[in-house]
């Protein structure tokens, strides 16, 4: 290193002296015998450190809150009926408005009549009245058509439309589900079990009527009128009641078969007499016998070919087999030769219609009350075909009602509903 560079020029060093620690601002030297600035205040210092920190802790809390408002609002939706929030995983779109309704304030909605969907419907509280009086207007729309393609001599008759695999399926898989929700809703089911077998309507019908939603109705009905009556309803709903109900039944109809003028001495007044009705009413009610036998009949397309042999020129207007309790089946008959139109009630045909007799508390009725399980048949059959009856009579057609059992019951109350308007039912 022999280098001009290296020659020490401008060295402020000694040999054997030691350079001086102490520094001012910006690199200025300071001698080691002034004294040391003070510290700066640690007390202030750590206040605000733990300023900073409560605000950072706020700061974060909102974060949170915000963050946690985000995904409530995302995976939450208030129930359009009641108004409480509920997962939105967890909640019912209606099938009408689209809003989200929770699992209490949904309705499944089973619509009838040539206008409704086939499949129910799960709609919100507020829209159930709605789609009903909805489907009730295009109902009376489509039957009114049918009237008017009668009287202007073009009717089409009947075609059979059979159901296809698929619609059975899902209709008898989701009644049977619907079924067993309502049954562990009241009683147990073991109980429900035992009772259906040891059951009349078991009997008689076979397995199939556990397809149907009705008959877990029928249940309900009687326990309510075993409450009305103060009796026990664990007492009524065992399977002796169901036991005894079938014996009665078999012990009434026995007695009749032994003694065949017992139905005679029913009808006999206190002198033992029998009233005579007139020969022509017997006969006009031996020919709308008839009629009763076509409302036997499984389809619309089978009513009307057995209604060209029992009445031939009478047409089939309108026929509507219904599997829905207090919504009655009826067969509306009309024939252009005698100007005469014939409304047809057949009996307790199937599961829905046992759910209707056994709703036989009291409904109020005009000036006094009736069964309740009729009174609403009757008011059903009024909202969905008294505008075709009133669009007949206008042309001149005289009404008669011909029901049986629980059609003649319903048929009753339908006549009275109609006498204002037509008074020569």
């Not at 001599?153 to 296809?164: H, T, V």
Request: hydrophobic share 35%; aromatic share 6%.
């Amino acid at each position: 290193f022999g280098s001009s560079n290296f020659s020490g020029k401008g060295r402020s060093m000694r040999r054997g002296s030691r350079p001086s620690l102490l520094r001012g601002p910006r690199g200025a030297r300071r001698s080691s015998g002034q004294p040391p600035r003070p510290r700066p205040d640690m007390a202030g210092q750590a206040q605000d450190a733990f300023s900073r920190l409560g605000q950072l802790g706020r700061t974060a809390s909102q974060i949170g809150y915000s963050v946690g408002q985000v995904i409530q609002d995302t995976t939450t939706r208030p129930c359009v009926s009641c108004g409480e929030a509920y997962l939105r995983a967890g909640m019912i779109e209606c099938a009408e408005c689209k809003q989200c309704c929770c699992r209490s304030c949904f309705v499944m909605l089973n619509l009838r009549g040539p206008a409704a969907p086939k499949r129910p419907l799960m709609v919100c509280r507020g829209c159930e009245q709605l789609l009903k009086k909805r489907c009730t207007d295009d109902n009376v729309r489509l039957r009114l058509g049918r009237v008017e393609a009668f009287l202007a001599n073009r009717l089409e008759p009947f075609s059979y439309d059979p159901e296809s695999k698929l619609d059975q399926t899902l209709r008898l898989s989701g009644q049977v589900m619907h079924g067993l929700k309502q049954v562990t809703s009241f009683i147990p089911y073991g109980q429900v079990a035992q009772a259906v077998k040891a059951g009349y309507y078991l009997v008689r019908y076979g397995p199939l009527i556990l397809a149907g939603n009705e008959i877990m109705e029928a249940f309900q009905l009687v326990v309510g009128l075993a409450r009305k009556l103060e009796t026990p309803s664990r007492k009524i709903m065992s399977g002796d009641f169901f036991g005894g109900l079938y014996y009665s039944m078999g012990e009434h109809w026995g007695q009749r078969g032994r003694t065949p003028e017992l139905e005679k001495m029913e009808h006999s007044d206190a002198n033992g007499a029998v009233p005579r009705p007139d020969r022509s009413l017997l006969l006009k009610l031996r020919h709308l016998l008839r009629l009763l036998h076509v409302s036997k009949e499984p389809t619309p397309t089978d009513a009307q070919r057995l209604l060209r042999q029992a009445m031939p020129g009478a047409e089939l207007l309108a026929a509507e087999l219904t599997s829905a309790s207090t919504q009655p089946s009826y067969f509306l008959v009309c024939s252009r030769e005698a100007k005469a139109m014939y409304l047809v009630m057949p009996g307790t045909r199937n599961h829905a219609d046992i759910a209707t007799d056994f709703n036989a508390e009291e409904e109020a009725f005009e000036s006094g009350h009736g069964h309740r399980g009729m009174v609403h048949s009757a008011q059903w059959l009024m909202d969905e075909i008294s505008p075709l009856l009133l669009r007949l009579h206008q042309e001149g057609y005289r009404l008669t009602i011909v029901g049986h059992s629980l059609g003649a019951g319903v048929g009753a109350f339908v006549t009275l509903m109609l006498k204002p308007t037509i008074g020569s039912v």
